[in-house]
Protein backbone atom coordinates (compact mmCIF):
# COMPACT_ATOMS: atom_id res chain seq x y z
CA UNK A 1 0.00 0.00 0.00
CA UNK A 2 1.30 3.38 -0.82
CA UNK A 3 1.69 5.93 1.57
CA UNK A 4 0.15 9.06 1.59
CA UNK A 5 1.62 11.88 2.94
CA UNK A 6 -0.46 15.76 3.30
CA UNK A 7 1.57 18.60 1.58
CA UNK A 8 -0.14 21.62 0.33
CA UNK A 9 -2.08 21.68 -2.84
CA UNK A 10 -2.58 24.99 -4.73
CA UNK A 11 -6.22 25.70 -4.82
CA UNK A 12 -7.11 22.88 -2.02
CA UNK A 13 -5.57 24.98 0.64
CA UNK A 14 -6.94 28.29 -0.77
CA UNK A 15 -10.38 26.79 1.23
CA UNK A 16 -11.78 25.75 -1.87
CA UNK A 17 -13.99 22.46 -1.88
CA UNK A 18 -12.67 20.08 -4.20
CA UNK A 19 -14.97 18.43 -6.53
CA UNK A 20 -14.60 14.79 -8.64
CA UNK A 21 -16.56 15.22 -11.59
CA UNK A 22 -17.58 12.64 -14.95
CA UNK A 23 -20.30 12.83 -16.62
CA UNK A 24 -21.66 9.93 -19.12
CA UNK A 25 -23.71 11.29 -22.49
CA UNK A 26 -26.09 10.33 -24.90
CA UNK A 27 -23.43 10.62 -27.63
CA UNK A 28 -20.95 13.23 -28.45
CA UNK A 29 -22.99 15.79 -30.88
CA UNK A 30 -22.82 18.75 -29.12
CA UNK A 31 -26.48 20.25 -29.96
CA UNK A 32 -28.16 16.46 -30.15
CA UNK A 33 -26.67 14.84 -27.13
CA UNK A 34 -27.03 14.87 -23.29
CA UNK A 35 -25.39 14.23 -20.08
CA UNK A 36 -27.94 11.24 -18.96
CA UNK A 37 -25.41 10.07 -15.48
CA UNK A 38 -23.99 12.86 -13.88
CA UNK A 39 -21.84 11.95 -10.58
CA UNK A 40 -19.69 14.07 -8.42
CA UNK A 41 -17.70 13.14 -5.34
CA UNK A 42 -16.34 16.04 -2.79
CA UNK A 43 -13.53 15.21 -1.09
CA UNK A 44 -13.24 16.10 2.75
CA UNK A 45 -10.08 16.67 5.00
CA UNK A 46 -11.82 13.90 7.28
CA UNK A 47 -11.86 11.19 4.71
CA UNK A 48 -15.46 11.09 4.16
CA UNK A 49 -16.37 11.99 0.82
CA UNK A 50 -19.45 13.30 -0.13
CA UNK A 51 -21.49 12.08 -3.77
CA UNK A 52 -23.95 13.08 -5.98
CA UNK A 53 -25.27 10.56 -8.15
CA UNK A 54 -27.96 11.99 -10.32
CA UNK A 55 -29.79 9.85 -13.14
CA UNK A 56 -31.64 12.23 -16.23
CA UNK A 57 -34.10 9.31 -17.94
CA UNK A 58 -32.37 8.62 -21.03
CA UNK A 59 -34.85 5.97 -23.27
CA UNK A 60 -32.61 3.90 -25.47
CA UNK A 61 -33.14 5.02 -28.78
CA UNK A 62 -31.92 8.56 -27.76
CA UNK A 63 -28.47 6.90 -27.53
CA UNK A 64 -25.97 6.80 -30.25
CA UNK A 65 -25.15 3.27 -31.44
CA UNK A 66 -21.60 1.74 -30.53
CA UNK A 67 -20.15 2.76 -27.07
CA UNK A 68 -22.05 5.22 -25.98
CA UNK A 69 -25.46 2.37 -25.95
CA UNK A 70 -22.85 -0.06 -24.70
CA UNK A 71 -22.26 2.10 -21.91
CA UNK A 72 -25.72 2.47 -21.36
CA UNK A 73 -27.21 -0.69 -21.00
CA UNK A 74 -23.96 -1.64 -18.92
CA UNK A 75 -24.24 0.86 -16.29
CA UNK A 76 -28.02 1.31 -15.92
CA UNK A 77 -27.98 -1.72 -12.89
CA UNK A 78 -26.21 1.66 -10.92
CA UNK A 79 -28.35 4.04 -11.83
CA UNK A 80 -30.50 6.01 -9.41
CA UNK A 81 -34.04 7.05 -9.48
CA UNK A 82 -34.55 9.51 -12.53
CA UNK A 83 -34.98 13.23 -12.12
CA UNK A 84 -35.54 15.81 -14.34
CA UNK A 85 -32.90 18.61 -15.52
CA UNK A 86 -33.96 21.14 -13.07
CA UNK A 87 -33.93 19.28 -9.95
CA UNK A 88 -30.26 18.07 -11.61
CA UNK A 89 -29.57 21.35 -11.83
CA UNK A 90 -30.44 23.09 -8.75
CA UNK A 91 -28.64 20.04 -6.85
CA UNK A 92 -25.16 20.51 -8.88
CA UNK A 93 -25.53 24.32 -8.16
CA UNK A 94 -25.17 23.73 -4.35
CA UNK A 95 -22.90 20.92 -4.47
CA UNK A 96 -20.29 22.53 -6.38
CA UNK A 97 -20.88 26.20 -5.37
CA UNK A 98 -17.08 27.99 -5.17
CA UNK A 99 -15.43 24.63 -5.82
CA UNK A 100 -12.84 23.56 -8.08
CA UNK A 101 -13.83 20.93 -10.41
CA UNK A 102 -11.32 17.70 -10.78
CA UNK A 103 -11.24 15.15 -13.55
CA UNK A 104 -10.22 13.54 -16.45
CA UNK A 105 -10.54 15.58 -19.29
CA UNK A 106 -12.95 17.80 -17.06
CA UNK A 107 -13.39 20.42 -19.96
CA UNK A 108 -15.92 18.35 -21.87
CA UNK A 109 -17.55 17.23 -19.06
CA UNK A 110 -17.89 20.96 -17.25
CA UNK A 111 -18.96 21.73 -21.16
CA UNK A 112 -21.55 19.17 -20.95
CA UNK A 113 -22.97 20.65 -17.63
CA UNK A 114 -22.23 24.09 -18.73
CA UNK A 115 -24.96 23.20 -21.82
CA UNK A 116 -27.46 21.49 -18.83
CA UNK A 117 -27.53 25.01 -16.82
CA UNK A 118 -27.85 27.09 -19.57
CA UNK A 119 -31.10 24.87 -20.90
CA UNK A 120 -32.14 25.97 -17.22
CA UNK A 121 -31.49 29.39 -17.68
CA UNK A 122 -29.21 28.95 -14.76
CA UNK A 123 -25.58 29.92 -14.33
CA UNK A 124 -23.12 27.42 -12.48
CA UNK A 125 -20.79 28.98 -9.62
CA UNK A 126 -18.02 26.91 -9.51
CA UNK A 127 -14.57 27.93 -9.64
CA UNK A 128 -13.61 28.80 -13.22
CA UNK A 129 -10.53 27.59 -12.93
CA UNK A 130 -10.07 23.57 -13.31
CA UNK A 131 -7.60 20.92 -12.50
CA UNK A 132 -7.10 18.22 -14.83
CA UNK A 133 -5.94 15.00 -13.64
CA UNK A 134 -4.58 13.92 -17.23
CA UNK A 135 -2.04 17.16 -17.17
CA UNK A 136 -0.99 16.77 -13.38
CA UNK A 137 -0.06 13.19 -14.54
CA UNK A 138 1.77 13.84 -17.59
CA UNK A 139 3.85 16.59 -16.45
CA UNK A 140 4.55 14.28 -13.88
CA UNK A 141 6.00 11.74 -15.83
CA UNK A 142 7.33 14.09 -18.10
CA UNK A 143 5.14 12.54 -21.32
CA UNK A 144 5.43 15.57 -23.54
CA UNK A 145 2.38 17.06 -25.41
CA UNK A 146 -0.97 15.68 -25.43
CA UNK A 147 -2.82 13.72 -27.06
CA UNK A 148 -2.29 11.01 -24.12
CA UNK A 149 -3.78 7.81 -23.09
CA UNK A 150 -5.78 8.31 -19.95
CA UNK A 151 -5.32 4.38 -19.29
CA UNK A 152 -1.77 4.42 -20.01
CA UNK A 153 -0.59 7.54 -17.07
CA UNK A 154 -3.25 6.19 -14.71
CA UNK A 155 -1.10 2.82 -14.58
CA UNK A 156 2.46 4.71 -14.69
CA UNK A 157 1.73 6.49 -11.77
CA UNK A 158 0.24 3.57 -10.09
CA UNK A 159 -3.51 3.50 -10.08
CA UNK A 160 -4.69 0.35 -12.37
CA UNK A 161 -8.05 1.26 -14.25
CA UNK A 162 -9.36 -2.16 -13.77
CA UNK A 163 -9.96 -1.54 -10.54
CA UNK A 164 -12.57 0.98 -10.89
CA UNK A 165 -16.26 0.72 -12.88
CA UNK A 166 -14.74 2.43 -16.02
CA UNK A 167 -17.36 4.46 -18.39
CA UNK A 168 -19.40 4.65 -15.24
CA UNK A 169 -19.48 8.38 -13.89
CA UNK A 170 -19.60 7.46 -10.65
CA UNK A 171 -16.65 4.85 -11.19
CA UNK A 172 -14.66 7.61 -13.40
CA UNK A 173 -15.44 10.11 -10.59
CA UNK A 174 -13.56 7.50 -8.07
CA UNK A 175 -10.68 6.66 -10.62
CA UNK A 176 -10.20 10.70 -10.86
CA UNK A 177 -9.98 10.85 -7.22
CA UNK A 178 -7.69 8.11 -6.76
CA UNK A 179 -5.18 9.69 -9.52
CA UNK A 180 -5.12 13.09 -7.67
CA UNK A 181 -4.76 10.79 -4.39
CA UNK A 182 -1.58 9.57 -5.71
CA UNK A 183 -0.41 12.67 -7.52
CA UNK A 184 -0.56 15.42 -4.98
CA UNK A 185 -0.21 12.67 -1.72
CA UNK A 186 -3.04 14.20 -0.07
CA UNK A 187 -5.99 11.22 1.17
CA UNK A 188 -9.26 12.50 0.73
CA UNK A 189 -10.85 8.76 1.42
CA UNK A 190 -11.51 7.38 -2.40
CA UNK A 191 -10.03 3.81 -0.94
CA UNK A 192 -13.07 4.06 1.05
CA UNK A 193 -15.44 3.77 -1.96
CA UNK A 194 -16.17 0.72 -3.84
CA UNK A 195 -15.42 0.01 -7.36
CA UNK A 196 -18.73 1.51 -8.62
CA UNK A 197 -17.87 4.66 -6.55
CA UNK A 198 -20.74 3.65 -4.12
CA UNK A 199 -19.85 3.75 -0.66
CA UNK A 200 -18.11 0.92 1.03
CA UNK A 201 -19.29 1.60 5.11
CA UNK A 202 -21.44 4.21 6.29
CA UNK A 203 -21.39 6.67 7.53
CA UNK A 204 -20.72 8.71 4.15
CA UNK A 205 -23.05 11.97 3.06
CA UNK A 206 -24.83 10.62 -0.65
CA UNK A 207 -26.92 13.48 -2.30
CA UNK A 208 -28.31 11.81 -5.41
Same mark, same amino acid.
Given at each position: ????????????????????????????D?????????????????????????????????????????????????? %?? $?? *??????? =? &??T?? +?????????????????????????K?????????????????????? %?? $?? *????L?? =? &????? +???????????????????????????????????????????????
Amino acid at each position: MKRVVTRKVPGRDSGNPLVFVDTETTGLDPVRSRPYEIAMIRGTSSGRPCILHLYLAVEEKELDPGKPLEIFLKNRRWL %PA $PV *SAGVAVE =R &IATFT +AGAVIVGNNVRSDVAWLERLFAAAGKVPHWHYQLDEVESRAAQRLNAG %PP $PW *SSDDLSR =R &IGVDP +AQFERHSALGDARWSMAQWEVLTGIDLGSSRLGRSGLARERPFRSLG
